[in-house]
């Protein structure tokens, strides 16, 4: 059994992924800013966390952690001309220095697990280049600028990769599907015509975790229905 810390484990991704952990007989730790009705459960312990606070208390863990996953993101889509310069920082505060907080905060209980792992999520918006992203790309740019960069740091000790999904159903998208119209003009600019789900992502991060990763590290996973990549 290992300790897996999820940031934002109440809803969407960080949700499914603490379900998938506990199944496997591990313990999870999970935070959440808005708790959505969900109560611990076996394997899974859920303590409130606001990474915007400036310092933040992570007392309640155990002093082995095997995995760090972090989920809170945003998504704003809009003109660039219509985001101000507090938009940006607020974004970055949340996706990168909210992130970076709680890897300083865990590291030194990261290291004295096996395989320990990091996971952290970038966008599929960072490597295509989409309108109205510019805000979200700032972001996540730095995510996958810190995926590296931590990865080299902490090497072999601590393995880091991040994930960039393309569009996936979770609440966060819940803007972009929230009809049926949407829905499908969404599923069919991938290749492979569906929009990405929460298992989807929690499976590629409980991969990440595994020891069948054991010598990944410093990766950009695009887990994307093949958008970044194809023309079909």
Same mark, same amino acid.
């Given at each position: 059994m290992a300790n897996y810390l999820i940031i934002g484990a109440s809803s969407g991704i960080g949700k499914k992924l603490a379900e998938n952990l506990s199944e496997l007989g591990h313990q999870v730790f999970?935070?959440?800013y808005q708790n959505q009705g969900n109560e611990d459960h076996k394997g899974i312990a859920l303590h409130p966390l606001n990474v915007l606070e400036e310092?933040?208390? #992570?007392?309640? #863990?155990? !002093?082995? +952690?095997?995995? #760090? %996953?972090?989920c809170p993101g945003s998504i704003q889509l809009r003109p660039f001309e219509r985001i101000k310069p507090l938009d940006f920082i607020n974004?970055?505060?949340l996706q990168v220095v909210g992130a970076i907080k709680v890897i300083q905060a865990v590291a030194s209980r990261l290291k004295t697990a096996e395989n320990a792992s990091i996971i952290l999520f970038s966008s599929v918006a960072v490597q295509m280049g989409l309108p109205f992203h510019s805000q979200i790309s700032a972001s996540k740019g730095a995510i996958e600028g810190l995926v590296k960069a931590l990865a080299a !740091?902490? @090497?072999?000790? %601590?393995?880091?990769?991040?994930? @960039?999904p393309s569009l996936t159903d979770t609440? +966060?998208?819940?803007?972009l599907l929230n009809t049926e119209q949407?829905?499908?003009?969404? @599923?069919?600019?991938?290749? +492979?015509?569906? /929009?990405?789900?929460?298992?989807d992502i929690a499976n590629m991060a409980e991969f990440l975790l595994s020891s069948k990763a054991s010598w990944?590290?410093?990766? /950009?996973?695009? +887990?994307?229905?093949?958008i970044s990549t194809l023309r079909v």
């Open positions: 999970g935070t959440y310092t933040i208390s #992570l007392d309640f #863990l155990p !002093e082995t +952690l095997s995995g #760090l %996953i972090y974004d970055y505060n !740091e902490y @090497a072999p000790t %601590i393995r880091v990769n991040g994930i @960039a609440p +966060l998208a819940i803007s949407k829905r499908e003009v969404n @599923a069919q600019r991938h290749p +492979l015509k569906r /929009i990405g789900t929460t298992d990944m590290t410093g990766q /950009i996973i695009h +887990l994307d229905g093949g």
